[in-house]
């Protein structure tokens, strides 16, 4: 048999964009008014398709083969029908939002791959270039009208870091279900919800018409999880070699928290205007293997596990309203309840009573300090052998007013405190400078206006990027680098990042289109917005 080399999810001879495309025209032509009836109107057109439109579908295969074939790969008019097809239809904003949340499932439950089918006017447009940058990582380059004007970017990743079906997933981990409004998934929250954000937005405004005057790029790299050196390192090397400087960027890594700050007054948008800086130390012991029935007083397990010990009872110290978390916690205090905005407001006296507070709690630790993470443990390799070789390895977030050399130092001589742990830097890198956010500051302002646009009442303040981001590759080609994704976070969900059961609610995935839809325009403004009209 020839098997035929073919993209999944080559348009041209997938069946069920037909389908699709009959169910959108069925359901636009009842006109659903709200989202139960749009549910309502789907499912009954969906049950009236006919067994013998599927059959035609099916036996037109030869055909679109042929057309295909005669396209030399490229697209048919059998795609570009569809399309065209699409773009007749009245959106609005409601219907289109739907119909990319229906997009969003579809892709994680069956691509691994951005798929042109998804955003076609994307994929078109003659405003976008788009390029693969290291095979995988996604470049856009979408044009302004005004090239005088400091192009800005927006940063996201299609990777993710492993999930197991064993591990007691509501729903399996990489199906793309939805459940009581929430999306589940690998990546739904870190970070392919912002990649499908991003480009529903882009999609969305391109078709509509709009012809945005500052040009921007959108960066999607494919290896963040394992520190982005293929796909976001690549994509600075081409800016760079294009001359390229960037008005600001806006990435991953912080987010609206609403009741995971205790004790502040609804919900609180915090655009990260740092993040921490990160070590990993491999600690090892060696030693000749011997038979386990006369095992030496110290074996290397006993003595690594003696340090990894240490390291966890002896937290690394309290630094908390020295780095960029003071300036957040200064600019939440008034929203904080009595006695906590007195004391938030006065953190040069109350900071070290602050910390103790908040080190009770590993989410708010990692703003006190940097925490240290013993990772990965290995060691043995027969139950009646003593263990010649025993390693951990140490993740440690650093704290912006600490130096990479300064945690090393302190772990290498206090707290591991053994000549037998042979201490190695597997890698390491210091705090990421902190951006502006005075009223001078385009983009922290930009992005503050968009958050107001959509949530008027929302306290808006600077915060800190308690992991890492692509963004900090992007430091030479910008002062101005921002961590925020307008998606509301409540307690619980911090523990969804890399564990289990990851989602996003339906209105959190509408917010991040509207989101970036809006952002694209608010860059276009002549003049940022008067401070002095801030509610916050
Ligand atoms: C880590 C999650 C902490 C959750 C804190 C509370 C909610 C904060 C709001 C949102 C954003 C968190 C975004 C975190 C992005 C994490 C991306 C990531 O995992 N990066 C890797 C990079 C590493 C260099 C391999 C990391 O381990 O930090």
Redesign the pocket.
Known sequence: MNVLEWPSQSPDLNPIENLWKDLKTAVHKRSPSNLTELELFCKEEWAKMSVSRCANLVESYPKRFAAVIAAKGGSTKYYFMLYEYLCTLDFSVFYFLKIMIIRVMYHFAFTSQLSVTSFPTVFSSSKVKHELVANYSHLFWVQGSRPELQPYMLLA?TDV?PASEDDAWEVPPFSGDEKDGFIYGRGT???KGSVMGILAALEYILMKGYTPQRGFYIGLGHD?????LNGAVNIVRLLKERGVKLLFVLD????I?DG?LKGLDGPAA?IATSEKG?TVLKLSVSMPPSHASMPPRETTIGILAAAVKRLEENPMKRLFGLGPEGGMFEHLAHKFRFPLNFVMSNLWLFAPLIARIMERNE?TN?FVRTTTAVTMFNAGVKENVIASYAEAFV?M?IHSAQTLKEVHSVQRWSTVGDPRVKIEVVYGFDPLPISPYDETSFGFQIIKKTVLDMFPSMIVAPGM??????S?HFKDLSSSIY?F?P?I?KPG??QR??GINERTSRENYEGMVQFFFRLFQNCDIKKLPDVSLDHN
């Open positions: 990743h870091v929250m870190d970070d963040e999880e394992v520190h982005g991953e890594g912080s987010a928290l995971i915090l990160a989410t990692a993740n977030r990027c308690i992991a890492n981001t692509d900090r961590r994704t998606a976070y969900d911090a990042f890399h």
